[in-house]
C-alpha cells in the first residue's frame, strides 16, 4: 500500500514537472489589428501551421497557405473558411524541395499581391532523403527553400511597412552542429539513411533556422521589417509521420499524455506575429510566447554570416538579399 502511494506521488511529481518545463502551454496575448495584412504560412495545411492560420483568418487577415499538396492545401482551405467566416483565405502552391518551385511561388505571389505582412516560415519535415536540386531533404526544405522564399519576397515585405518573417525553428536547434565544408561538397548537412542520422540533420536544419534569423536581423537593420524564431514546444503533429514504427508505438502514449495539441504549439508563433513591441528583439528566438536566450553555438554571428553566403551561393542568389 505505502510502495503503491509512493509509486503515485512520484508519477504525480514527474508529471507536473514535465509540464512545467518541457510541455509547458504559454498563450499569445499579442492583439494586432490583422484586418487589410496578407500573411503567407508555409505548410499551413496541417499540425501547427494549420492551427496559426486558423487564428489569423478569425482575426481577419488575408492569409496565403503556401503548400506542396493541392488537396490537402484545398481542404485546409475550406475548413478554415468555414470554421472563421472569413473568405481571404487561399490556396497557393509551393513545394519548398525544389528551388524552382519557390521561385514560381514568389514570381505568382508578387504579380497577383499587393502586399505582404507577414511571412510564416512553418513548414518542415523529419525525413531521409534529397530535394529535387539534389540537397539533403531537411536542409533543403527547413532552410534552403525558406532561405530563398525569404530574400525574393523581402522587398515587398518592405514596401508594405512593418512586416514580420517568423521562423519556427525547434529546441532541436541545441543538438545541431554546420559543418559548412562538407555542405559545399555534398549538399547535406547531415547524411543518413537510418532515422539517428536523420534526426541529427533535422537538428542541424533547426540550428540553420536560428542563425538565419540572427543574420536576417543584421541585414534589416534601419528597415522596418523585423525577424524573430520560435519553439512551439513539443506538439501532437504529424511530424512524426516518416519515422519507424517502433519509434511511433514508443512516442505514441507519452504523444497523447503529455504533448501540447497544435492550437496550443501556434502560441509562440502567433506572439512572434501579433505581440505589439517587439521590435526590439528582431532576431531572438521565441519559446512559450516569451524570448530566450540561445546556447553559443546558436549567436555565433561569424557561423551566420557564413551560412547565409554559403545559401544564397547554393540558391544562385548573388545581391538579391543585399540592400
Ligand atoms: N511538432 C513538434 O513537436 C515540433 C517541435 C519543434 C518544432 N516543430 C516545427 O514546427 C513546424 C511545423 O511542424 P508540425 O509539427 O506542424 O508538422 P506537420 O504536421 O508535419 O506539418 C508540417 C507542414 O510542412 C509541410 N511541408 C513539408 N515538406 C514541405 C515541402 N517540401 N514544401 C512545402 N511544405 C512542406 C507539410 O505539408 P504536407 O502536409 O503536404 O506534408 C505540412 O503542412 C516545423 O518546422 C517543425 O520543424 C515542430
Ligand atoms: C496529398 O494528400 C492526399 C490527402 O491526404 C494524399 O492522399 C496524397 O497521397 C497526397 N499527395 C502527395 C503527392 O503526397
Not at 163 to 179: E, L, N
Not at 308 to 322: A, D, Q
Amino acid at each position: 500500500m505505502i510502495q503503491l502511494l509512493v509509486l503515485a506521488a512520484v508519477l504525480l511529481a514527474g508529471y507536473i514537472v514535465l509540464t512545467q518545463t518541457l510541455f509547458k502551454r504559454s498563450k499569445c496575448k499579442g492583439n494586432a489589428a490583422m484586418a487589410g495584412k496578407t500573411v503567407i504560412i508555409t505548410g499551413g495545411n496541417t499540425g501547427i501551421g494549420k492551427a496559426t492560420a486558423l487564428h489569423l483568418a478569425r482575426r481577419g487577415a488575408r492569409v496565403i497557405l503556401a503548400c506542396r499538396n493541392r488537396s490537402k492545401a484545398k481542404g485546409a482551405v475550406a475548413h478554415i473558411q468555414k470554421e472563421t467566416g472569413n473568405s481571404d483565405v487561399l490556396y497557393m502552391q509551393l513545394d519548398l524541395a525544389s528551388l524552382k518551385s519557390v521561385h514560381c511561388f514568389s514570381e505568382t505571389f508578387l504579380k497577383t499581391e499587393s502586399r505582404l505582412d507577414l511571412l510564416i516560415n512553418n513548414a518542415g519535415l523529419v525525413a531521409d532523403g534529397r530535394t529535387e536540386d539534389g540537397f539533403g531533404v531537411e536542409f533543403g526544405v527547413n532552410h534552403l527553400g525558406h532561405f530563398l522564399l525569404t530574400c525574393l519576397l523581402l522587398e515587398r515585405l518592405k514596401e508594405s511597412g512593418g512586416g514580420r518573417v517568423v521562423t519556427v525553428a525547434s529546441m532541436a536547434y541545441r543538438w545541431g552542429h554546420i559543418d559548412l565544408e562538407t555542405l559545399s561538397v555534398n549538399k547535406h548537412l547531415g547524411t543518413g539513411s537510418f532515422s539517428w542520422q536523420f534526426f541529427q540533420a533535422y537538428c542541424n536544419s533547426k540550428l540553420c533556422n536560428v542563425l538565419f534569423t540572427l543574420e536576417l536581423a543584421k541585414r534589416l537593420q534601419g528597415s522596418s521589417v523585423t525577424c524573430y524564431c520560435v519553439h512551439p514546444g513539443v506538439v501532437r503533429t504529424e511530424l512524426s509521420r516518416y519515422v519507424s514504427l517502433w519509434q511511433k508505438i514508443f512516442i505514441e502514449p507519452i504523444a497523447r499524455f503529455l504533448f501540447l495539441d497544435p492550437e496550443t504549439g501556434a502560441q509562440t508563433t502567433l506572439h512572434c506575429c501579433l505581440q505589439e513591441g517587439l521590435e526590439p528583439l528582431s532576431g531572438h528566438y521565441f519559446s512559450c510566447c516569451d524570448v530566450q536566450k540561445v546556447c553559443a553555438h546558436a549567436r555565433d554571428e561569424a557561423v551566420a554570416q557564413k551560412l547565409w553566403e554559403v545559401s544564397e551561393k547554393l540558391c544562385g542568389l548573388s545581391n538579391h538579399c543585399k540592400d
